[in-house]
């Protein structure tokens, strides 16, 4: 299979494939989907970033048979985000079919209203393992008509310690099912999943020689981080950073430390509301907020692809953790750098998990002391979505033709269920925001919102 084309799919799959950019196939996606249109069991192993996805999902929405009232297939994911980003990719696939339902089930958000939504009806389930098992303890949630289990990130999923809980939700589905399980890397307790839910599975690798050629890896001796890291920020100058720290306290006080030296700064750790949590990934990834200050959550699932640089201010405590962080840059073929700041204890354990590394002093670096990361846009959230019909093409129409917004001066424009979302350049974000709320939107009047 060297495209799309030589699958056996119907015409407006392939038609919506490629009206969503996707022609040749990625090698895990070469080599998973013919064996999954089979109905055979898979274990793949691909890296983060390698379309591992579209993978799974096409074949899924491929079988989904209409007028389901149960859901068909169950997706379990390590994170809120992956979750979302899972499912948005499966909305997408799923365009070309009248009334595919996919929910979203995870911690953090109202568990009353993922009940209403699974009384309506799912094609597709996907969640994390606890609030999975939160669902299925309480009978909200029926399973009996699961054709298809997927377990993607499952060695995120054992280092979280959800073995058992995968386990306790498969051992209720159906016996005859497909099952797929997908992992970046391949650890050894992995056996304790792959035994039990798959039968005779086919096992795929894919070895991405190409991603560890793309980024460049530096490690640099240092005495006081916060230093370091503006000092590392002011030397390559990104556009977008991402910093991971291991602790959510630590992600509190490096961004408050660089929020008051005059840079913006979004934050991501575990204790945000899910809403929150969406927010601050779009001020980051719309460049409202250009450094992403997150702990090892944001390591799985995010999916950006313009991210220069990934700065590990605290050592990862395992090999595989600095895989999937370092993976967040040098995305969709391009270059990418990751830079590891290391005291006398992060060289320790630098070198337990990374031998090969050589480090450097941080003086060796030049910064300008005049570079502070500042988001050039500002973000608007607009009180109204998909379930209110509102499409970008209505913003992007009241911004220009009603306010008299420069095309030129707007950013990226997200929408949502209930909310929307756009990037204004901040020279004219007071007259877009003034214009959006004294105006309407599709002649319906709508609350605004600055996001700061």
Request: proline share 4%.
């Amino acid at each position: 299979m060297t495209s799309f084309k030589d699958l056996s799919i119907p015409s407006d799959a392939l038609e919506n494939l490629t009206s969503l950019g996707y022609q040749h196939p990625t090698p895990i996606q070469e080599k998973a989907i013919p064996q999954i249109l089979e109905q055979k069991d898979l274990i793949a192993q691909a890296k983060t970033g390698s379309g591992k996805t579209l993978a799974f999902a096409l074949p899924l929405i491929l079988k989904l048979k209409d007028n389901e009232h149960f859901p068909q297939a169950l997706i379990i994911v390590p994170t809120r985000e992956l979750c979302e980003q899972i499912a948005g990719q499966c909305k997408e696939l799923a365009r070309y079919k009248p009334d595919v339902k996919v929910i979203t089930l995870y911690g953090g958000t109202s568990l009353t209203q993922q009940v209403t939504s699974l009384e309506k009806g799912a094609d597709i389930i996907v969640g994390t393992p606890g609030r999975l098992l939160d669902h299925f303890s309480r009978e909200t949630i029926h399973l009996g008509e699961i054709k298809t289990l997927i377990l993607d990130e499952a060695d995120r999923m054992l280092d979280m310690g959800f073995a058992d809980d995968i386990l306790k939700i498969v051992s209720n589905l159906p016996k005859q099912r497909q099952s797929l399980l997908f992992s970046a890397t391949y650890p050894e307790n992995i056996d304790k999943l792959t035994k039990i839910i798959l039968k005779n599975p086919i096992e795929i690798k894919i070895e991405n020689q190409e991603k560890k050629v793309a980024i460049e890896e530096q490690v640099y001796r240092v005495d006081n981080k916060d230093k370091a890291l503006i000092a590392t920020l002011q030397h390559y100058q990104p556009s977008l950073a991402l910093v991971f720290c291991n602790t959510k306290v630590k992600t509190t006080e490096v961004s408050e430390m660089l929020h008051e030296k005059g840079f913006d700064v979004a934050t991501l750790n575990g204790d945000l509301e899910q809403y929150e949590r969406q927010e601050m990934l779009l001020q980051f990834a719309n460049g409202s907020l250009p450094i992403l200050i997150a702990t090892d959550l944001a390591a799985r699932g995010l999916d950006i692809e313009a991210i220069d640089i990934v700065i590990n201010y605290d050592t990862p405590m395992k090999a595989e953790d600095y895989t999937h962080r370092i993976g967040r840059t040098g995305r969709a073929d391009k270059s990418g750098l990751a830079v590891t700041l290391c005291d006398e204890y992060g060289l320790k354990k630098l070198s337990e998990i990374k031998p090969n590394l050589q480090s450097k002093d941080i003086n060796t670096l030049t910064p300008n002391k005049n570079f502070y990361l500042q988001g050039s846009v500002a973000t608007l959230c607009i009180d109204g979505g998909k379930k209110k019909k509102i499409r970008a093409g209505d913003i992007l129409g009241t911004l220009c033709k009603d306010i008299g917004i420069d095309n030129k001066h707007i950013g990226k424009i997200n929408i949502f269920d209930k909310n929307s979302y756009v990037a204004i350049d901040k020279s004219v974000i007071k007259k877009a925001y003034n214009g959006l709320k004294s105006g309407k939107i599709k002649n319906k009047n709508v609350r605004i919102w600055w996001l700061d």
